[in-house]
C-alpha cells in the first residue's frame, strides 16, 4: 500500500517509481485539479498494491470501502449500502473517493484491476463503479 499523507507527499506521487505509468498520468491530473481547487491539502492518497489486505486499508485510512460503519453491513450481506461517496472505473484502475467530516477531506483510494488484488475489494469496485451495476 502506497499511503501519501501531506500535501507534499500527494504532490509528489506521480513520480514515485513503482506506480505504473497510466497512473502516473492520472494522479499528474489529480494533482493539479487538487491544486487548482485548494484541495491538495485535504487529500490522503492511498494506491492498493496486489498483495494488499483489506487490513492494509483499514491501517491506512481508518476504515474498509467493505463495511458502511454506520450499520456495520459488509458488501455482500443484505442491506448492504456502501459509504463512500465515489467509485469510478478509470482505466485499468478503480477511484474511490471517501470524505471524512464537512471540510472536504477525503481520501482517494486507487485500486488496481489486476490479479493479486484483493477479490473481495475488486467485486465491490466492479458492483458499485461508475460502469458497475450498482450504482
Known amino acids: ?5 501531506t500535501a507534499a507527499a500527494v504532490a509528489a506521487a506521480p513520480s514515485t ?3 505504473d505509468p497510466t497512473l502516473k498520468r492520472l494522479l499528474a ?3 493539479h485539479d487538487w491544486t487548482a481547487t485548494g484541495l491538495l491539502d485535504l487529500t490522503h492518497l492511498l494506491v492498493v498494491e ?3 489486505t483489506e487490513e492494509s486499508i483499514v491501517e491506512a485510512a481508518g476504515f474498509s470501502p467493505l463495511t458502511n460503519t454506520l450499520d456495520g453491513r459488509r ?3 443484505a442491506g ?4 463512500f ?3 469510478s472505473d478509470v482505466g485499468g484502475h478503480y477511484e474511490l473517493i471517501q470524505t471524512v467530516g464537512n471540510d472536504g477531506f477525503a481520501f482517494h483510494i486507487f ?3 489486476r490479479e493479486g488484488v484483493d477479490p473481495e475489494l475488486l467485486a465491490l469496485c466492479r458492483n458499485y463503479s461508475d460502469t458497475g451495476g450498482g450504482q
Request: negative net charge.
Open 29 to 31: 491530473d489529480r494533482v
Open 1 to 5: 500500500m502506497l499511503s501519501f499523507d
Open 85 to 87: 461517496e465515489w467509485l
Open 17 to 19: 517509481a513503482s506506480i
Open 50 to 52: 496486489a498483495g494488499d
Open 80 to 83: 448492504f449500502e456502501p459509504q
Open 111 to 113: 485500486i488496481p484491476d
Open 75 to 77: 458488501f455482500g450481506s
